[in-house]
């Protein structure tokens, strides 16, 4: 049985193709087209289809669009159609222009296969596979959005029943819903309807902070850390609690323009402009604003977790992308066991929506949990050996890259690693990645200008699983990087560039297990320093996602200042390769640099 899962509606599109439970392939439609989320976050722009990652997903998987059974959508434009002609009924002025559009683009674009078909680009090689079958007649489904993104992270987590919770910017007209899981069944207790979201109340306070909307919101997390929660009985105001576990956002989202909300400014004053020097203000209402998202959210999960006695909670949802929310939800929310879907933002709707059709439509029993994201493209020794040597560019093939590159990092230098399956969802987990040594003070901000960040962004520390607790106070598993872990005090001074200004890191745990690669890379660094972690950030630099193809890694690599990048078991170089590994190659068939490739 295949069911191919999309997400379209809003920003970061996805694809994710599902056979019999188990998950085959799922991509993000960013890393193809190197546009950030792939779209602008409008309900409406149905047309935008993920066409290249459903084209790898297929034909990673090989088959062809005829041979699917099952196509879903994780947004239902008929919940979203009823409560824009109720809106409009209330005030046919102000809503009814809007409402009348979105249903004539719904209406027209619905029948899911023969848009699909009707729209396919003109890449020869997307079309070669989509229209391989253009009588087919799969069944398709429309999945509610917060339900696809509760089926996210119910079925592939370890656990046989849980709470279930769910906090995003909006889908067709929730923006929480509060449910839970058993066996192969979900069930909603509650939602929160817009304008209540969370997600838009930080989204809100990243605009007023200078940053973009519906992409920079992980920057708020990040300067929260430099400031003091000063202003918080303030924004406390905007979001009023209620004694069942509910909260009301008291915002007019409506209002806001190109600055921020209306509210915001009359409760903070003038917000920060685009590129203006960021002060102790700017981070004391971040600061705030992170303490007033986790209170609501900590006050919902408690209620829930009365409502609903199980030790296990399941979260998705852009909101819990968070780090140190999801910590304090770790630590205070009453739950024994946490699972966050890894692509908790709306990309993971894709999965979500495909699980759904098998477990809650079709009662197919669920199978083992997911054990890695380890989900998108790879590319063989050979296809990357033909592209280094069709650029003329100098490189080693090493017998061993991950001690070399262990060497290199100990020496100073900052890796590209480009290895294997390319990660799913927003975190770089060890195979598209930015690799340097924690021990250096001066790493982090050599990172972040290599990458064009913002200094007071932190970089993420992958340590080997099993000695995890020997630097972090909580040795739990987190190799999703979706906790900020607080490190010991005791070996805070060796690992300096690892930490943030609070003294917390988002820790990622590698095991050997799920991707033995990076954890022997981790563990050769840890014989040659003592220090059994690097600092591990996403291949990438500002403004462009992840890299996916061995073009955007050597793109990346070229265009910034980093110092090598590995590919499979190549070692690329800007001018030469180090003496100390050179050496070792010298005399063999694996030359040190490929000059011969630089013929002209």
Not at 190 to 214: M, V
Not at 380 to 397: P, Q, V, Y
Request: proline share 6%; charged share 25%.
């Amino acid at each position: 049985m295949l069911v191919l899962g999309l997400n379209t509606a809003f920003h970061d599109s996805a694809c994710c193709l599902v056979r019999d439970a188990q998950v085959i392939a799922a991509a993000e439609e960013e890393r193809f087209s190197g546009i950030r989320h792939a779209k602008e976050p409008t309900a409406t722009g149905l047309w935008q289809l993920p066409f290249c990652s459903l084209a790898y997903c297929l034909e990673h998987a090989k088959v062809t669009l005829g041979q699917v059974d099952h196509i879903v959508w994780s947004f239902d434009a008929r919940r979203r159609m009823r409560k824009c002609l109720v809106s409009a009924l209330s005030d046919l002025r102000r809503d009814w222009v809007k409402t009348t559009r979105e249903v004539g683009l719904w209406v027209v674009n619905w029948n899911t296969l023969s848009f699909l078909l009707g729209s396919v680009p003109k890449d020869q090689r997307v079309r070669s596979i989509i229209l391989t079958a253009p009588n087919a007649t799969p069944q398709t489904h429309p999945v509610p959005h917060h339900v696809a993104h509760a089926s996210s992270c119910f079925f592939p987590s370890p656990f046989p029943e849980a709470a279930i919770a769910t906090f995003d910017g909006i889908g067709e007209c929730t923006c929480t819903l509060l449910g839970w899981g058993r066996r192969n069944r979900i069930g909603v207790l509650r939602e929160f309807n817009y304008p209540h979201s969370l997600g838009f109340f930080y989204e809100e306070i990243a605009r007023f902070l200078g940053f973009r909307r519906n992409h920079d919101e992980h920057k708020v997390d990040a300067l929260a850390g430099y400031g003091k929660p000063k202003l918080y009985d303030r924004l406390r105001n905007l979001i009023r609690l209620s004694k069942d576990g509910g909260y009301d956002v008291r915002m007019d989202f409506r209002r806001s323009g190109t600055l921020a909300a209306r509210d915001l400014v009359d409760l903070l004053g003038p917000p920060r402009l685009w590129g203006a020097e960021i002060t102790e203000r700017h981070a004391d209402i971040a600061a705030s604003a992170q303490k007033v998202l986790e209170d609501t959210v900590l006050h919902v999960l408690r209620a829930l977790s009365h409502q609903v006695p199980i030790d296990s909670l399941c979260l998705a949802g852009g909101v819990v992308l968070n780090c140190q929310l999801n910590e304090r939800i770790r630590s205070e929310a009453g739950f024994k066991n946490i699972y966050i879907q890894p692509a908790a933002n709306d990309a993971g709707t894709a999965l979500g929506a495909a699980l759904w059709v098998h477990h809650q439509i079709l009662n197919r029993p669920r199978i083992p949990p997911m054990k890695h994201v380890y989900l998108g493209p790879e590319y063989s020794e050979k296809e990357i050996e033909t592209a280094l040597c069709s650029r003329k560019l100098g490189f080693a093939r090493s017998s061993d890259i991950a001690y070399d590159c262990a060497r290199l990092i100990a020496g100073g230098k900052i890796i590209g690693w480009f290895q294997g399956r390319m990660e799913w969802g927003p975190r770089a987990l060890g195979n598209r990645s930015i690799l340097a040594d924690p021990r250096d003070l001066q790493m982090k901000d050599r990172i972040n200008k290599i990458k064009g960040r913002e200094n007071f962004r932190p970089v993420a520390p992958a340590v080997l699983a099993e000695v995890a607790g020997q630097y972090f106070e909580c040795c739990a598993p987190s190799p999703y990087m979706l906790f900020a872990r607080k490190a010991r005090s005791e070996v805070r001074d060796r690992i300096p560039s690892a930490l943030h200004v609070d003294g917390t890191a988002r820790v990622q745990t590698v095991d050997p297990e799920t991707n033995p690669l990076f954890h022997r890379l981790i563990n050769h660094f840890q014989k040659l320093t003592g220090v059994p972690m690097i600092l591990n950030t996403s291949l990438n630099y500002a403004g462009k996602p992840i890299v996916c193809t061995i073009d955007q890694a050597l793109d990346c690599y070229f265009n910034s200042g980093l110092d090598y990048i590995a590919l499979g078991p190549f070692l690329v170089a800007k001018t030469e390769l180090p003496n100390e590994i050179a050496r070792d190659y010298e005399g063999s068939a694996n030359l040190a640099l490929q000059r011969s490739h630089r013929t002209d």
